[in-house]
């Protein structure tokens, strides 16, 4: 099992409806959560962190986290095209103070 | 403006030799990481370093190894580069006990 798995996509959302991107990690004790939106050949960039159950909004994004279930996701609001890109979820892990692990990511498309 | 800089953007390499990759971060983080990104793999944790000469194995370390001498920069050494290294190399760092990752913009490596 992957410690940290996302669905690769792609997924395709119309131009203003809501996106729903899920993540399940593996380790039980992690404590920090964290969505990464990656363009095109271009470097990731935080979007989101949470660190506690429950939901964390910030803008058209919504962080969901549910420590019981080991599931974290991220809703966009009102989706643009310029919310096409890939999204990756990353845990900083509990066995180690710094180490932080990443899905495979979300390929998402908002279709106009 | 924080910064993380990778010294190559884009490498060709033979099989057999030895690979350099340098990253200079100039936000006095501790932390430091290697990641490499592959389609559908995510990015993957190679080595992380969380202080001066310190360093932890990451998920894919086999044929990597690393330095860093001082706080500002972390090297990614392959001793001997193979075809299967070749990839999008991928620079971070961040404060100690946080978790946004501030990426440099990749180095892309080809082995022949």
């Known amino acids: 099992q992957k410690e940290v798995e996302q669905n690769s996509g792609p997924l395709s959302v119309p131009e203003g409806a809501i996106a729903s991107l899920n993540c399940t990690y593996s380790d039980r004790g992690s404590q920090s959560f964290f969505w990464y939106r990656q363009y095109s050949g271009k470097s990731p960039e935080l979007i989101m962190f949470i660190y506690s159950n429950g939901d964390k909004e910030d803008g058209r994004f919504t962080a969901q986290l549910n420590k019981a279930s080991q599931y974290v996701s991220l809703l966009i609001r009102d989706s643009q095209p310029s919310d096409s890109a890939t999204y990756l979820c990353a845990v900083k892990v509990k066995s180690s103070a710094s180490k932080i692990i990443f899905g495979s990511g979300t390929r998402l498309s908002i279709r106009p | 403006d924080v910064k993380v800089t990778q010294s190559s953007r884009y490498l060709v390499k033979r099989t057999g030799e030895k690979v350099f990759l340098e990253c200079v971060q100039d936000m006095d983080h501790e932390n430091m990481f290697w990641y490499r990104q592959d389609p559908g793999l995510g990015l993957r944790l190679i080595y992380f370093s969380y202080d001066v000469k310190m360093k932890e194995k990451g998920d894919i370390p086999e044929g990597y190894s690393v330095s860093r001498e001082k706080k500002e920069r972390f090297s990614l050494i392959l001793e001997s580069a193979s075809t299967n290294q070749t990839s999008m190399y991928l620079c971070?760092?961040?404060?100690?006990?946080?978790?946004?990752?501030?990426f440099g913009e990749g180095s892309r490596l080809t082995v022949l």
């Open positions: 971070a760092s961040t404060q100690l006990n946080t978790g946004e990752l501030f």
